[in-house]
């Protein structure tokens, strides 16, 4: 009887031990945000500010996690087959909505294996020129386009990337072709541009900024639906000839789908409050970003408007990733 009565004890209080570790409070151990991207590029530097940040709300470590390759696709891959507990979190870009539309598969389904967590910020690109460009206007470049198919070239950093596809949503609605000339990541596409062997790129405000301040290039619009702070005496593309225009570069965090929407409330509270800390408010004067938060249904809804628009823009123009 004795014996009976210890064994239930211990029963009793493992079964309280069990319960209050599967009850701990969230976060009780620390947190990976994954950037399918190599270190030091704008993504993984807006990521550690908001890792910081998030720490803080936390009380609990936030990691940043580089895993670049194919095109985020690996990075991502990760985080969708991760447990759904809240610790492993996405860093997701424009390039998140562009690869269903441009990969014939990929080892995850977006629409189903993540849940959006926020949406920290959006940023335009800037349509720029050689600062001894004939062309000032959006105008002269559309007409110009129009007169001489194919004449004028645009540089990109790769095949689906920002500046590519926001040249090919141009030429949609511009209703004009232009000449596409890819390279492997900015810094050549801009050099090209200031030698004059190539006439424009569509490319973010940070990495133009010293270019145009210097006087080697001249903006000539910025992407988004409206002006940009960091740039306010140039027009928005829509305001400039083409009403229907916006394309965004953009940051979000999702999680894998499964995670509680408790944990889901927590982490869109910390990122919400890291969005405001003084020092991801630092971080975007740099970068143009513009701070976004609120609800995670907000980056849901803004993720598949962004895939659907991608991909009419790719299908029209039937762009590849070899081309």
Known sequence: ??????????????????????????????????????????????????????????KQTVVVINKPGAGTIIGTSQVAHSKPDGYTLLMATFANAVNPSLQ??????????????????????????????????????????????????????????????????????AKVKMTHVPYKGSAPALTDLMGGQIDMVFSTAASVAQYIKG?????IAVTSKERSFALPDVPAIAEAGLPDY?????????????????????????AGQAIKSSAFKKKIEQEGLVARGGPPSDLGAYFKNEVSQWRKVVQDANITVGG
């Open 1 to 58: 009887m004795h014996k009976n009565t210890l064994l239930a004890g211990a029963a009793a209080l493992l079964a309280i031990f069990i319960g209050g570790a599967a009850n701990a409070a969230f976060p009780d151990r620390p947190i990976e945000i994954v950037v399918p991207f190599s270190p030091g590029g704008g993504t993984d530097q807006i990521t550690r500010t908001i890792a910081e940040g998030m720490s803080a709300a936390l």
């Open 104 to 173: 014939k598969s990929l080892p995850y389904a977006p629409d189903k294996d993540f849940k959006p967590v926020a949406l920290i910020g959006t940023s335009p690109n800037v349509l720029v020129v050689n600062s001894k460009s004939p062309y000032k206007s959006v105008k002269d470049i559309i007409d110009f386009a129009k007169a001489n198919p194919g004449k004028l070239d645009y540089g990109s950093y790769g095949a689906g990337t920002s500046a590519h596809l926001a040249a090919a949503l141009f030429e949609n609605l």
């Open 215 to 219: 006087g080697q290039l001249r903006p």
């Open 246 to 270: 916006q394309a965004e570069s953009w940051y979000g965090l999702f999680t894998p789908a499964g995670t509680p929407d408790e944990v889901i409330k927590t982490l869109n509270a910390a």
